[in-house]
Antibody
Framework: EVQLQESGPGLVKPSQSLSLTCSVTGYSITSNYWGWIRKFPGNKMEWMGYISYSGSTSYNPSLKSRISITRDTSKNQFFLQLNSVTTEDTATYYC?????????????WGPGTMVTVSS | DVVLTQTPPTLSATIGQSVSISCRSS???????????LNWLLQRPGQSPQLLIY???NLESGVPNRFSGSGSETDFTLKISGVEAEDLGVYYC?????????FGGGTKLELK
């Protein structure tokens, strides 16, 4: 079965960069698409972006030039980097697989990792 | 960006009751390829979101058939025919027709 696991620091200082890793087992990241989603305190969810099986990326324009999603196929991992963070980036961050069969949807999710931006 | 408005924001139900959640889109979610990319997810307390329904009405594998989805263009509905205790949590609609993909604000299903 496909399993995803996020990892990274739980606390980041304002203006610094947030870096997270998503480790995938049970499926190769050279197939399908792989995304990052975050949930803010309360219920608001935001799609941040994804990386494709070929390495191409798509990002939410709201994140402008702050976001980068990359991958290491040898380790079957993909990464999120978010630059110049503020307290508004405090959220639980999820990685997920995007399935592209009869639609576009997130079918497997990691458990999520909470990131707090604070000095 | 496409705005998805879910109603009600909170839903109180008894076990066995049938309930519906509405998701209204600010734009038609009918894609140029003829498909409609509107999905439903459930986030149980302390868990990550789980896919229930994809492309309006397709039940994800392993999801009980008491869940059903319907709708078109801008109006969509998730129905639970006979709520069970394990159904409690926050329900989200999500669209992937227009970039950027967006989520509704969530509907919290509680026990009455």
């Amino acid at each position: 079965e496909v399993q995803l696991q996020e990892s990274g620091p739980g606390l980041v200082k304002p203006s610094q960069s947030l870096s997270l890793t998503c480790s995938v087992t049970g499926y190769s990241i050279t197939s399908n698409y792989w995304g990052w989603i975050r949930k803010f305190p309360g219920n608001k969810m935001e799609w941040m972006g994804y990386i494709s099986y070929s390495g191409s990326t798509s990002y939410n324009p709201s994140l402008k030039s702050r976001i980068s999603i990359t991958r290491d196929t040898s380790k079957n991992q993909f990464f999120l980097q978010l630059n110049s963070v503020t307290t508004e980036d405090t959220a639980t961050y999820y990685c997920a697989r995007v399935r592209r069969v009869w639609g576009w949807y997130f079918d497997f999710w990691g458990p999520g990792t909470m990131v707090t931006v604070s000095s | 960006d496409v705005v998805l408005t879910q109603t009600p924001p909170t839903l109180s139900a008894t076990i066995g009751q049938s309930v519906s959640i509405s998701c209204r889109s600010s734009q038609s979610l009918l894609d140029s390829d003829g498909d409609t990319y509107l999905n439903w997810l459930l986030q149980r307390p302390g868990q990550s979101p789980q896919l229930l329904i994809y492309s309006v009405s397709n039940l994800e594998s392993g999801v009980p058939n008491r869940f059903s989805g319907s709708g078109s263009e801008t109006d969509f509905t998730l129905k639970i025919s006979g709520v069970e205790a394990e159904d409690l949590g926050v329900y989200y609609c999500m669209q992937a027709t227009h970039a950027p993909w967006t989520f509704g604000g969530g509907t919290k299903l509680e026990l009455k």
